[in-house]
């Protein structure tokens, strides 16, 4: 567990709270034992909470797994979350768009939303990975890619996965079949990683990240994750 003071690993703040890695929402009960938790302040664990939410929806828009049918039916979290806020569900039907080149109706998502989950998943796994809080801006989300009945992963990034005998590489699960991920290498710039996140085998998160001896990230005396120069 790396020294983090006492200040949120997100933005800098004091922290006041803790938040889970990932957060227990996209995850299923029974929760893992000892899900790893950074810390955080209120502000952050709060301000992500209705991307959280959102991401779990589209998700559950795109999956075809047993536990997100569950969350969409009566009483599930996501018809909770949609009979709570009707402009919710009319952002998500507003996001379906008829693709005439495939004759298919597609999902439009607000893909800031993701990536801002991306991002902060993807820090608190940083943060567990290599003891060292990264800068934020180096934290780059890149895509995300579903899969489960149409497959949009590009081949490169799937052949990435594999070993030279066609074997899968080591993956990390902290719940087997809702959240797993591994580190590739990136083939472009050989100070970056990519980290590849699998939600409810439904989707890919691509993160490109810093590796931990190229200088970004947060010295433990310093109180902020952003880059002083651009503050």
Same mark, same amino acid.
């Given at each position: 567990m790396p020294r983090q003071n006492n200040?949120?690993?997100?933005c800098g703040r004091l922290a006041d709270t803790r938040e889970h890695v990932p957060s227990k929402s996209l995850l299923e009960k029974p929760f893992p034992i000892n899900l790893w938790t950074v810390k955080a302040c209120n502000t952050c664990n709060?301000?992500?909470?209705l991307d959280e939410e959102y991401f779990l929806v589209l998700l559950s828009r795109i999956g075809t797994s047993d536990s997100l049918i569950q969350k969409c039916q009566e009483g599930g979290r996501v018809a909770? %979350? #949609? %009979?709570?806020s009707p402009n919710f569900e009319k952002r998500i039907l507003d996001a379906l768009k008829y693709d005439s080149v495939i004759d298919m109706v597609r999902i439009? =998502?607000?893909s800031e939303r993701i990536f801002r989950i991306l991002q902060k998943i993807a820090i608190g796994i940083y943060v567990k990975k290599y003891s060292k809080i990264p800068i934020l801006n180096t /934290? /780059? =989300? #890149?895509d995300a890619y579903p899969y489960n009945i149409e497959d949009f992963r590009p081949a490169r990034l799937f052949a990435d996965t594999l070993t030279e005998k066609f074997r899968f590489k080591k993956w990390h699960h902290i719940q087997e079949g809702?959240?797993?991920y591994t580190f590739l290498s990136n083939t472009h710039a050989s100070n970056r990683k990519t980290l590849l996140m699998d939600f409810h085998r439904t989707l890919w998160g691509v993160v490109d990240i810093p590796k931990p001896n190229n200088g970004n990230f947060r010295d433990e005396n310093q109180m902020y994750l952003f880059d002083p120069e651009e503050s």
């Open positions: 200040y949120c690993i997100y709060r301000g992500y909470s909770r %979350a #949609l %009979a709570r439009e =998502p607000e /934290i /780059i =989300p #890149l809702v959240f797993s």
